[in-house]
């Protein structure tokens, strides 16, 4: 062989190994031994918001994630809200549901249990929304826009999802709660927004005291809203899945006495005026005590308000500030 034709030779042989040097560098490397792949298909988004093993810290699925939605569809492994025994899927439909999701941890041997359940909505309105009638307790922690925890339960909203955890065990819940809360909420890259309607609302309200719904059978929910003749009341009203209520309690001059401000939207002028009219004949028929200390005020533009509790509300008119940043 020749001088040149062995230098050639080498030249070949040594670019061949630095390429399978490369190659092999460039090797996918593979999955975490024992970690399941990253969710897929049509629901990944939802699925990719539940932890997986080693998320959080010693806790381990108890079963597969169930997935739910507003009707059954077998193909995409979805089962009817109605099958979901934790919530109560009329006040679900209530809004503008999407689906949902359930999964279930424990930690062995400890006889701890955590049930996680989110529900997508078609906006961080309507997450809202479900979040204000849903959650319980007076811890308001840091978590996604609006937070709120009892003794054994933890909800947050965030973009368009309402997270709900509920805890089971032995053990003090709120290390857990938080540790879980806090993973769901760094999936979440958007912080949502409250429902427009509520920032019309006087600084000041009680954290606790702040909801928003659309129907009338919602509505019916808040035990302190008086409804002496629901049948009466719901027709007046004339609510729909087209109308935005809110509602807001404020601190007054007695202890534990909440003065609650409500709106109502109005597609039109004349739906406002309509109801106005209506609501305030019936609660001037009423002989209901407590409808008697509800006062509605003539409509602004597309919308109603009123105080369910006229004689606290005549202390500090929280009404009449309402009203001004409703444009009246």
């Given at each position: 062989?020749?001088?040149?034709?062995?230098?050639?030779?080498?030249?070949?042989?040594?670019?061949?190994?630095?390429?399978?040097?490369?190659?092999?560098?460039?090797?996918?490397?593979?999955?975490?031994?024992?970690?399941?792949?990253?969710?897929?298909?049509?629901?990944?988004?939802?699925?990719?918001?539940?932890?997986?093993?080693?998320?959080?810290?010693?806790?381990?699925?108890?079963?597969?994630?169930?997935?739910?939605?507003?009707?059954?569809?077998?193909?995409?492994?979805?089962?009817?809200?109605?099958?979901?025994?934790?919530?109560?899927?009329?006040?679900?439909?209530?809004?503008?549901?999407?689906?949902?999701?359930?999964?279930?941890?424990?930690?062995?041997?400890?006889?701890?249990?955590?049930?996680?359940?989110?529900?997508?909505?078609?906006?961080?309105?309507?997450?809202?929304?479900?979040?204000?009638?849903?959650?319980?307790?007076?811890?308001?922690?840091?978590?996604g826009l609006a937070a709120r925890q009892g003794e054994r339960t933890l909800g947050f909203v965030k973009g368009p999802y309402f997270v709900w955890l509920q805890y089971e065990g032995p053990g003090t819940a709120e290390p857990a709660l938080k540790e879980f809360g806090e993973w769901v909420d760094a999936q979440i890259v958007s912080k949502g927004y409250r429902p427009a309607v509520l920032e019309s609302f006087p600084i000041g309200s009680?954290?606790?005291?702040?909801?928003?719904?659309?129907?009338?059978?919602?509505?019916?929910?808040?035990?302190?809203?008086?409804?002496?003749?629901?049948?009466?009341?719901?027709?007046?009203?004339?609510?729909?899945?087209?109308?935005?209520?809110?509602?807001?309690?404020?601190?007054?001059?007695?202890?534990?006495?909440?003065?609650?401000?409500?709106?109502?939207?109005?597609?039109?002028?004349?739906?406002?005026?309509?109801?106005?009219?209506?609501?305030?004949?019936?609660?001037?028929?009423?002989?209901?005590?407590?409808?008697?200390?509800?006062?509605?005020?003539?409509?602004?533009?597309?919308?109603?308000?009123?105080?369910?509790?006229?004689?606290?509300?005549?202390?500090?008119?929280?009404?009449?500030?309402?009203?001004?940043?409703?444009?009246?």
């Amino acid at each position: 062989m020749s001088l040149i034709a062995r230098k050639v030779w080498q030249a070949m042989a040594l670019g061949c190994l630095v390429l399978a040097a490369s190659l092999a560098g460039c090797k996918a490397t593979p999955p975490e031994e024992g970690r399941p792949a990253e969710p897929t298909g049509p629901h990944a988004t939802l699925l990719k918001l539940f932890p997986r093993p080693g998320d959080v810290t010693d806790w381990k699925a108890a079963g597969k994630v169930e997935v739910f939605g507003p009707s059954a569809n077998a193909e995409q492994e979805v089962q009817a809200v109605e099958l979901d025994p934790g919530v109560e899927a009329a006040l679900v439909r209530g809004y503008g549901y999407v689906k949902s999701a359930l999964g279930r941890y424990e930690r062995t041997g400890v006889g701890e249990r955590m049930a996680l359940r989110v529900f997508e909505m078609d906006s961080p309105s309507e997450a809202f929304g479900l979040f204000s009638l849903c959650t319980q307790g007076l811890q308001f922690p840091p978590i996604g826009l609006a937070a709120r925890q009892g003794e054994r339960t933890l909800g947050f909203v965030k973009g368009p999802y309402f997270v709900w955890l509920q805890y089971e065990g032995p053990g003090t819940a709120e290390p857990a709660l938080k540790e879980f809360g806090e993973w769901v909420d760094a999936q979440i890259v958007s912080k949502g927004y409250r429902p427009a309607v509520l920032e019309s609302f006087p600084i000041g309200s009680v954290q606790s005291e702040r909801y928003y719904l659309h129907t009338f059978e919602t509505l019916a929910r808040l035990a302190f809203f008086p409804v002496g003749d629901p049948a009466a009341v719901g027709r007046r009203l004339a609510l729909s899945p087209g109308t935005d209520v809110a509602v807001m309690g404020y601190p007054t001059t007695r202890t534990g006495v909440t003065n609650y401000l409500f709106v109502i939207r109005y597609a039109t002028p004349a739906d406002a005026t309509s109801a106005y009219n209506q609501y305030a004949e019936y609660l001037e028929a009423s002989a209901n005590p407590a409808e008697q200390n509800v006062a509605v005020a003539p409509p602004v533009q597309t919308y109603v308000a009123g105080t369910l509790n006229a004689e606290e509300n005549s202390i500090r008119d929280r009404l009449a500030e309402l009203l001004t940043g409703l444009g009246g």
